[in-house]
């Protein structure tokens, strides 16, 4: 459910990371950050700073071959 997340960002990283089939491990990997930071992040709502969102939207991007922004992932 959406309570499960303590922000926007965490739940929409959490949709896009499964749309791609990704474990937590494996979108930390291919973001280059600790599975602690990715699960900071997505679980507890931690606030990325902006080279961090810019790279959760990139790969996603990527991934997903649809354009994913740093908006789409906080709004």
Do not use: M
């Not at 280059?32 to 606030?47: E, I, P, W």
């Amino acid at each position: 459910t959406q309570d499960a997340y303590k922000s926007a960002f965490g739940r929409n990283v959490d949709q896009f990371r499964k749309e791609c089939g990704w474990t937590f491990e494996l979108l930390a990997e291919k973001v280059s950050f600790d599975k602690t930071t990715v699960l900071a992040h997505v679980r507890a709502g931690a606030k990325p700073r902006p080279r961090t969102s810019k790279a959760y939207a990139e790969i996603f991007t990527i991934a997903l071959g649809r354009p994913i922004s740093v908006s789409d992932l906080e709004s």
